[in-house]
């Protein structure tokens, strides 16, 4: 036999491994195939499990915030109110101490706040720390004009505002007018005193019409010292030199008199009627 043949008696040593992927039994594969479906299902339940926590956590921090005071009004700050109280404002825009945040609508509560007919203008915010802070600037008034049912503020711009009792404790201090009701002596009235600074006007307790002088109202201007001012209309501008002369001469239960020609004031017998 030549070298490279083999005898069908010679056994042949085969020594070569085959290469390939290798296969797996049965029984591995359904074991594989069984931890696999293990591992899905695991996995679902986690996914599920860590839904149910998270929607439960985050209920359980809304409920907390709804019933703490981090969802409601914890401080309210009112700057510029002087004729209006702060219970009237606040009863006017429905807020409290302690409302809900989610509940409050800053539009809504600035329209509110002018709709306010002493309000000249205003604004709501709402600041850090849950404050709702509310400014305001109110229309200025210049007397109380008295009425047979009731009384009215008249402003520096000729308006006239029904007054409450409870506004009235807060402005005592306006001259009171009486015996006038023509309107337009009154807006004529209201524009003359709104020139006059808050010292000459609360020095004013009473303003009554006299008789008529040249076509305007002779006025009759009882004051807190005791004295009385007689002075046209067109003259009240020169109040501000009965108030340096008084202060001078500390002058009480006398009358006076200011000229509408030169604002002259002079001293005069006080009549008897």
Same mark, same amino acid.
Request: aromatic share 0%; glycine share 6%.
């Given at each position: 036999m030549t070298p490279d043949r083999l005898s069908p008696f010679e056994r042949i040593e085969d020594k070569t491994v085959l290469s390939g992927p290798k296969v797996e039994s049965v029984d591995d594969l359904i074991a594989k195939r069984k931890a696999h479906n293990r591992r899905i299902k695991r996995n679902r339940w986690l996914k599920r499990l860590g839904v149910f926590i998270l929607t439960l956590t985050l209920a359980f921090l809304s409920y907390a915030y709804l019933i703490t005071p981090l969802s409601t009004v914890n401080r309210i700050e009112i700057i510029g109110n002087h004729m209006l109280s702060k219970q009237e404002i606040l009863a006017t825009l429905k807020i409290t101490q302690g409302s809900p945040l989610y509940d409050l609508d800053v539009v809504k509560l600035n329209d509110a706040l002018t709709s306010i007919d002493l309000v000249k203008k205003g604004t709501v915010t709402l600041t850090p720390h849950n404050t709702i802070r509310i400014d305001l600037t109110e229309k200025r008034g210049v007397a109380l004009i008295l009425m047979p049912s009731e009384l009215i503020l008249l402003t520096d711009e000729a308006e006239f505002i029904t007054m409450?009792?409870?506004?009235? *404790? *807060?402005?005592?201090? #306006?001259? #009171?007018?009486?015996?006038?009701d023509d309107s337009q002596e009154l807006s004529d009235l209201a524009l003359i005193l709104g020139t006059l600074n808050d010292e000459i006007l609360v020095n004013i307790s009473e303003i009554h019409k006299e008789k008529t002088l040249y076509n305007e109202p002779q006025l009759r201007l009882m004051m807190q010292e005791g004295n009385t001012v007689f002075a046209p209309l067109s003259a009240l501008s020169a109040l501000d030199k009965y108030v340096k002369m008084v202060k001078m001469t500390n002058e009480t239960n006398s009358c006076f008199s200011i000229a509408d020609i030169n604002f002259s004031l002079v001293k005069l017998e006080c009549p008897t009627h």
């Open positions: 409450s009792a409870q506004r009235l *404790l *807060l402005n005592m201090n #306006l001259p #009171l007018i009486v015996g006038m």
